[in-house]
């Protein structure tokens, strides 16, 4: 899954959330007009006049909250105040791990909340407006639950990419470090197939997300690992009630995450530079048929690859991506190209890779059939890619739309 098509399935997720939310919304309204109703044969009436309490210097009597009033008014002021009430469970958990967490939103006011709770001598109007006030309260909440639709629920991160300017923390090896990060890279793939089937979702990704920050800021410092906080930190919603498919979101996040990770790997070079460091040459592995195979480089042709075919592989494209793998392990193997003619080649398998990931009718034939074109006459040179054409062609060709 690429960024794009992670960004899609994040909003596409928040849109259902949303349209999930409302009757939860509407439940709760519901419940808070029925609290409403059982203080409404109180209003003007809770307070209840007692000469025998005395009266103010004014000469205004007295008094207290009938008995009745009183549990009736405490009740409704406990329901109403405490967001841990049972019968708030279901509004809780909805907004549970969500960025915006609005129930913050719609908490009731507390004015004159301590006068509902006192049992020394009350004024009249004190009583008769504190209860309205809490009655006026509950019926507001009611109301703006009804209305609330949000434009955003879940967290959906913009274009964040790595600090220009990093510098590795003291004692810290670029070429070790990118060794690391490669593998780091490769186990993003390994991930996302977890999240495919996890339940729950968010430990999964968490557990990953908190170890690959540390890495990160142990090594490269704050600022990079923050980054990658960042585009992934919204996959705590993953196990709201709300989300029709925690899987696909869950992988979403991932690939966002594993994109970041790739940026870090493009910009290793400035960051060993600025700490007077040689650039290193990045260990990237591409696991094929035949074995591994290293190459700096060919570090972003490689990357981009094995990151197009594991999407491919997880969208069903089991054996396209066999096919594509195997061609790319018969470039990388093929003794007869020089560096340019192998980056080339590695250009057209990256753009078949690509093209796989994609709907048939959003494929550029005559690109796809250019790219074939020339890795069948790269084949006619070289035993590896003729040996790799003749047994995958027939699963290539039908890349055409």
């Known amino acids: 899954m690429d960024s794009d098509t992670a960004r899609r399935v994040i909003r596409e997720q928040d849109e259902a959330a949303r349209e999930r939310l409302r009757p939860v919304l509407i439940a709760q309204a519901r419940r808070c007009d029925s609290v409403a109703k059982t203080i409404e044969p109180w209003l003007g009436r809770a307070w209840k006049r007692d000469w025998a309490l005395g ?19 405490y009740d409704a002021h406990r329901w109403a105040d405490r967001f841990d009430d049972p019968s708030w469970r279901d509004l809780h958990d909805a907004f549970c ?37 809490l009655y006026g309260n509950i019926k507001n909440l009611a ?8 434009n955003q629920l879940l967290y959906i991160p913009d274009e964040i990419h790595p600090p220009r300017h990093a510098m590795f923390r003291a004692g810290i090896l670029a070429r070790l470090f990118a060794e690391d990060l490669s593998d780091r890279i490769e186990e993003c793939s390994e991930i996302e197939a977890a999240v495919a089937v996890a339940v729950p979702v968010s430990p999964v ?15 490269l410092g704050n600022d990079v690992g ?11 919603a993953c196990d709201s009630f709300l989300i029709a498919d925690a899987n696909a979101l869950g992988r979403a996040y991932v690939a966002l995450g594993s994109a970041y990770l790739e940026e870090v790997q493009d910009r290793m070079s400035d960051y060993a530079e600025a700490s007077g460091q040689a650039a290193p040459e990045p260990r990237v592995s591409m696991t ?52 340019e003619q192998r980056r080339d080649l590695l250009d057209n398998v990256e753009y ?17 059939k250019s790219a074939l074109g020339a890795l069948s006459t790269a084949a006619a040179a070289g035993t590896e890619l003729s040996t790799a054409m003749d047994a995958w062609g027939g699963v290539l060709h039908r890349l055409l739309p």
Not at 143 to 150: G, H, N
Request: with cysteine; aromatic share 8%.
């Open 352 to 368: 078949l890779a690509d093209a796989a990931g994609k709907p048939p009718e959003k494929r550029n034939r005559g690109i796809i």
């Open 288 to 339: 094929f048929s035949g074995g591994n195979f290293y190459g700096g480089q060919f570090a972003a042709q490689i990357a981009n690859i094995h990151s197009s075919l594991a999407s491919v592989h997880q969208d069903g494209g089991a054996e396209t991506a066999d096919a594509l793998r195997a061609l790319g392990q018969a470039v990388m193997a093929q003794e007869s190209l020089d560096d």
């Open 143 to 150: 109301a703006t639950l009804r209305e609330f639709a949000p």
């Open 55 to 73: 009266k103010t210097s004014d000469g205004l009597p007295v008094g207290r909250f009938r008995p009745d009033a009183s549990r009736v008014i």
């Open 97 to 133: 791990g969500f960025e915006y967490h609005y129930l913050s939103n719609v908490q009731i006011n507390h004015t004159y909340s301590d006068l509902i709770l006192v049992r020394e001598p009350l004024l009249r109007h004190g009583v008769d407006r504190c209860v309205q006030d």
């Open 226 to 236: 923050r980054g990658f906080d960042s585009v992934t930190k919204g996959a705590d």
């Open 205 to 219: 990704i968490r557990e990953w997300s908190d170890r690959t920050s540390e890495f990160l800021n142990r090594h």
